[in-house]
């Protein structure tokens, strides 16, 4: 390929989600430029570019670099790469900003990254569970904890395929000092793909729903030496205290009040030592696998320890 021929090519890719480019209108116009202006390439690509950026109503940096590399989730260890994935929607959470659509876990044969994409990026919205191949997203770096963040010239083409999702978990151990509020008997909007933990009934992004139930522990784990905050789903909640969702569900109502769950949940856990297996996850570990390592030695210290922390 021609030099010529391999920037025209790179040019159709960068604008191959915005417009119906051509790779030979694109050779067309800067052979044009370059063999009967005498352009330098360099300004005949800007000035191609350019051209397209106008047409397209786009600025600058909202177009890619073209020419991504796939990469796996795992394998991403720098700052600002403008890459592709093909991932699955493994979990969405709640944005903690109103500049935040979506946030949540994309997870690949790797592992799993936290994913972003802002509300100026308007774009279609992810669902839990789909996979999706992400064209152009960027790369993004926090405290040595990489993401990715969708922005508006990203590409997403839902795969009617499923990925196994990578293990890449950690295990820590410690005695359960501390189980943190929104744990217990809580409520999730209802609305398809919004995991979101409803407060008194409202969703942040949905408004008032109908919320439906679920379980789950955010918890503290002490090991004498560090503390790790841990996600326990409803499963795994299910399992330790050995109440179903039913059960919860029952108990709230008798009641009149649904956290009579959490603070049994407190009395029967809190103190006992637990081995917790799951992908790390920002500072949480999600629990996929919990085993249970003695009966509470001594509640007392422990409740008097969690209340110093
Ligand atoms: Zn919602």
Same mark, same amino acid.
């Given at each position: 390929m021609s030099d010529l021929r391999t920037h025209a090519a790179e040019i159709a890719e960068q604008f191959s989600d915005h417009l119906d480019v051509d790779e030979d209108e694109v050779a067309e116009r800067l052979e044009n430029l370059v063999e009967?202006?005498?352009?330098?390439?360099?300004?005949?690509?800007?000035?191609?570019?350019?051209?397209?950026?106008?047409?397209? =109503?786009?600025?600058?940096?909202?177009? =890619?670099? =073209?020419?991504?590399?796939?990469?796996?989730? +795992?394998?991403?260890?720098?700052?600002?790469?403008?890459?592709?994935?093909? +991932?699955?929607?493994v979990e969405l959470w709640e944005p903690r900003s109103d500049?935040? +659509?979506?946030?949540?876990?994309?997870?690949d044969e790797s592992g799993r990254t936290k994913f972003v994409a802002f509300e100026t990026s308007?774009?279609?919205?992810?669902?839990?569970? +789909?996979?999706?191949?992400? =064209?152009?997203?960027?790369?993004?770096?926090y405290q040595g904890n990489?993401?990715?963040?969708?922005?508006?010239?990203?590409?997403?083409?839902?795969?009617?395929?499923?990925?196994?999702?990578?293990?890449?978990?950690?295990?820590?151990?410690?005695?359960?000092?501390?189980?943190?509020?929104?744990?217990?008997?809580?409520?999730?909007?209802?609305?398809?793909?919004?995991?979101?933990?409803?407060?008194?009934?409202?969703?942040?992004?949905?408004?008032?729903?109908?919320?439906?139930?679920?379980?789950?522990?955010?918890?503290?784990?002490?090991?004498?030496e560090e503390v790790y905050e841990v996600i326990f789903g409803r499963d795994v909640t299910e399992e330790l205290t050995g109440v179903t969702l039913e059960e919860a569900q029952q108990m709230a109502k008798d009641a009149l009040d649904t956290t009579v769950?959490?603070?049994?949940m407190r009395e029967d856990l809190l103190g006992t030592y637990y081995r917790v297996s799951g992908p790390e996850l920002g500072r949480y570990v999600l629990a996929d696998d919990v085993e249970r390592l003695t009966e509470p030695a001594d509640p007392e210290a422990v409740l008097i320890k969690a209340r110093s922390i």
């Amino acid at each position: 390929m021609s030099d010529l021929r391999t920037h025209a090519a790179e040019i159709a890719e960068q604008f191959s989600d915005h417009l119906d480019v051509d790779e030979d209108e694109v050779a067309e116009r800067l052979e044009n430029l370059v063999e009967e202006y005498r352009v330098p390439v360099d300004e005949a690509r800007r000035s191609v570019v350019n051209s397209y950026l106008e047409e397209a =109503g786009l600025e600058r940096d909202e177009i =890619g670099r =073209g020419g991504n590399d796939e990469v796996l989730l +795992a394998d991403i260890d720098q700052d600002e790469q403008w890459i592709d994935v093909t +991932a699955k929607v493994v979990e969405l959470w709640e944005p903690r900003s109103d500049s935040i +659509a979506q946030v949540g876990l994309l997870g690949d044969e790797s592992g799993r990254t936290k994913f972003v994409a802002f509300e100026t990026s308007d774009l279609p919205k992810l669902e839990a569970g +789909a996979v999706y191949r992400l =064209g152009n997203v960027v790369t993004d770096e926090y405290q040595g904890n990489f993401s990715v963040k969708l922005n508006k010239t990203t590409s997403i083409e839902e795969l009617d395929e499923d990925i196994e999702v990578g293990d890449d978990s950690v295990t820590v151990e410690g005695a359960l000092v501390d189980i943190q509020s929104g744990s217990g008997l809580i409520k999730r909007c209802p609305e398809e793909g919004c995991t979101r933990v409803l407060q008194n009934g409202r969703c942040s992004e949905h408004g008032d729903v109908e919320g439906e139930f679920d379980l789950r522990i955010k918890g503290v784990l002490d090991d004498g030496e560090e503390v790790y905050e841990v996600i326990f789903g409803r499963d795994v909640t299910e399992e330790l205290t050995g109440v179903t969702l039913e059960e919860a569900q029952q108990m709230a109502k008798d009641a009149l009040d649904t956290t009579v769950v959490v603070e049994e949940m407190r009395e029967d856990l809190l103190g006992t030592y637990y081995r917790v297996s799951g992908p790390e996850l920002g500072r949480y570990v999600l629990a996929d696998d919990v085993e249970r390592l003695t009966e509470p030695a001594d509640p007392e210290a422990v409740l008097i320890k969690a209340r110093s922390i």
